[in-house]
């Protein structure tokens, strides 16, 4: 017997999650994307730009499906899990892996960056000296973070 993995179909999230505005691009199935709207995983907005309930969400909304804050969380492992729940207050991942680094970077949520703090597209390692730019949060992984801790 093999468990149900979740969420279904995790590789449309995935995409959703590193899509710059986090639109979900495909979907798979009418019930796997009814899935992730129960769930709360997407949204779907109305013609005024309100959120509409997952019930009807399929049938009247209009634009893009939209991945949430919990459905960037259902789509990692433990460690990535870890990983962003542990940033120091400015966003700085410490003492992670470069996979799981890496992972969180292709997903949208970590961007790399350098002694001065800007922007750049790996951690720079070269095979001989090691990184030279340090993991820290998108806007998007402080979310994500932000949704584990309990808001006061």
């Given amino acids: 017997m093999t ?4 969420p279904p ?3 449309h999230l995935r ?3 590193a899509h710059p505005e986090g639109h979900l691009t495909s979907h798979g199935s009418h019930t796997t994307l009814q899935a992730y709207l129960d769930d709360g995983l997407v949204y779907r907005n109305d013609a005024d730009g309100y959120r509409l ?3 009807v969400a399929q049938e009247q909304g209009v634009g893009p499906y939209v991945i949430t804050v919990a459905g960037r969380r259902a789509i990692l ?3 990535q899990l870890a ?6 207050k400015d966003g700085a991942l410490r003492d992670v892996s470069w996979p799981t680094a890496a992972a969180l ?5 970590v961007e790399y960056r350098d002694a001065d703090g800007a922007v750049q597209p790996t951690d720079g390692d ?10 820290f949060l998108t806007s998007a992984g402080l979310e994500a973070a932000r949704a584990a801790k309990p808001q006061p």
Avoid at 105 to 109: C, E, H, I, K, Y
Avoid at 126 to 135: A, F, L, T, V
């Fill in 83 to 88: 990983a962003i729940d542990s940033a120091d």
């Fill in 53 to 55: 309930p997952a019930e």
């Fill in 9 to 11: 179909a995790p590789k």
């Fill in 126 to 135: 070269d095979g001989r000296s090691g990184p030279k730019h340090r993991p």
């Fill in 77 to 79: 492992n433990d460690s």
């Fill in 3 to 6: 468990a149900k993995a979740y």
């Fill in 105 to 109: 970077a292709r997903l949208g949520l």
């Fill in 15 to 17: 995409t959703a999650c």
